[in-house]
């Protein structure tokens, strides 16, 4: 039997008026920082398996600062059902807000079929960190089929549109040279800030595997490829350290 299932997040200068736990999308308020509040995704059972539709909500308000993560990696699994399953997440920054989206990795399991989206809605003067990485099956195995699209929205105009694919599933020449060479780990990361407007940032290689790209908008990208999971993410959070204390 599929899990159908939405968490929800709202948060204001005041709280959290809305936690709201789903299924195996459990929210657990945790320990924060600074001025950010720090919301922390559990899970509550294995999912998301082949037939699921899962979801995660988020809203922000005005002059809120909201810090999200997991407490572990997300498996994509085979499930009983052989269709395919859905995550979609939907995030919402509102004016002089800000949100870090810094969940674990997505690892997707052999034999596992999942369409993932994340759809980001951004006021002009909001601030966004997201960070994706997906893992292309677990140690020793091949990936399962897996489908990701990353859409934001600033001031209700395109900022970013990317969508991939990989595995059995995905088009030819996934693991080509041109796009992973061989590699199982696979990370994006996107910094949107005003402050790019005034100063924008330079494009870059980081190494043999990771590029920095400044997008039309106040924003940057980081895409990267890496042999494992820890690798990925030292290029990354290296990345993230550098602009954040720049």
Known sequence: MSVRATARIVATRDGLPVLESDG???LRRTRATGAFTR?????????????????VEVRVEDGTRLAVDSAAATIAL?????????????????????????????????????????RVELAATARLV??????????GEQPGTLS??????????PLLDQELGYGPGAPGGWDGGAVLGGHRAVGQLLIVDPAFEEKPAEPRLLGPNAA????????????????????LRRVLDEVLHAELTE
């Open 78 to 118: 085979p499930g009983r059902i052989p269709e395919q399953a859905h995550y979609d997440v939907r995030l919402k920054v509102g004016d002089h807000a800000e949100l870090c989206w810094l969940p674990e990795p997505l690892i997707s399991a052999r034999g596992s079929d999942l369409r993932m989206r994340t």
């Open 130 to 139: 997201l960070r994706e990485e997906q893992i292309l099956g677990r140690y």
């Open 24 to 26: 195996p999308l459990a």
């Open 39 to 55: 919301v922390t995704v559990v899970g509550a059972m294995s999912a998301p398996l082949g037939g699921d539709r899962l979801a």
């Open 148 to 157: 990701t699209r990353l859409t934001v929205h600033r001031s209700g105009r």
């Open 212 to 231: 920095l790209t400044p997008l039309a908008g106040p924003a940057v990208l980081v895409n990267a490829v890496a042999p494992d999971a820890r690798q």
